[in-house]
């Protein structure tokens, strides 16, 4: 059973474009909710990530958007970039660092 | 400081083999998390250690083992191997092993044949 559902799987975006990423989950004990950006080869890298606290937190061209009641959150990419395409993962935890990961979304941004 | 390193960074088995991979987690930190990823179920969480001591463990079957280290260096064992088993495995590393900001190592690619 998939605990949190990642949308679309996979996107294309055009320089200086908005990439939207999103994710739902079903546990309302859920209250950690980071996203990752993963490269070929590499490791997924924490990107961003957002308490159940507050509605939006940004950082730099990165958004979390969060809307508890839908038990959804979304990533925006704001003025997506070549060196943005990878693979991104959003996450939920509740315990300990147990995290349930989304299925990805590989993102690709044409120049 | 340095990141969380994993080795080997690539490994090819055969069938009813066993596989031992190791992780050293960031300097400081003392949690240390196992993840399999694969194409059809992406990351899945197999357990984390914090102290020596595993205190959380996925769905994953009893074949699939860990230990950690007084350093915090960390082993996660594979034994009597499936074709299924193919896949990259992470290690992430954390400060405590309260809901912590993960910081991933590069993964080994296990191959079974």
């Known amino acids: 059973q998939q605990q949190v559902k990642q949308s679309p799987q996979s996107l294309i975006v055009q320089k200086g474009g908005i990439s939207i990423i999103n994710c739902a989950y079903e546990?309302?004990?859920?209250?950690?909710f980071p996203w990752y950006q993963q490269f070929p080869g590499k490791g997924p890298a924490l990107l961003i990530a957002i308490r159940p606290d507050v509605s939006e937190k940004k950082e730099g061209r990165f958004t979390i958007s969060f809307n508890k009641s839908a038990k959804q959150f979304s990533l925006h990419i704001m003025d997506s970039q070549p060196g943005d395409s990878a693979t991104y993962f959003c996450?939920?935890?509740?315990?300990?660092?147990?995290?349930?990961f989304g299925t990805g979304t590989s993102l690709t941004v044409i120049p | 400081k340095a990141g969380v390193t994993q080795t080997p960074r690539y490994l090819i088995k055969t069938r009813g083999q066993q596989v031992t991979l190791s992780c050293s987690p960031i300097s400081g930190h003392r949690s240390v998390s196992w993840y399999q990823q694969t194409p059809g179920q992406g990351l899945q969480f197999l357990f984390e250690y914090f102290s020596e001591t595993q205190r959380n463990k996925g769905n994953f079957p009893g074949r699939f083992s860990g230990r950690q280290f007084s350093n915090s260096r960390s082993e996660m064992n594979v034994s009597t191997l499936e074709l299924g088993d193919s896949a990259l495995y992470l290690c992430a590393s954390s400060f405590t092993s309260g809901v912590d900001t993960q910081y991933f190592g590069p993964g080994t690619r296990l191959t079974v044949l």
């Open positions: 546990n309302t004990a859920f209250d950690y």
């Open positions: 996450a939920a935890s509740h315990t300990g660092n147990q995290f349930y």
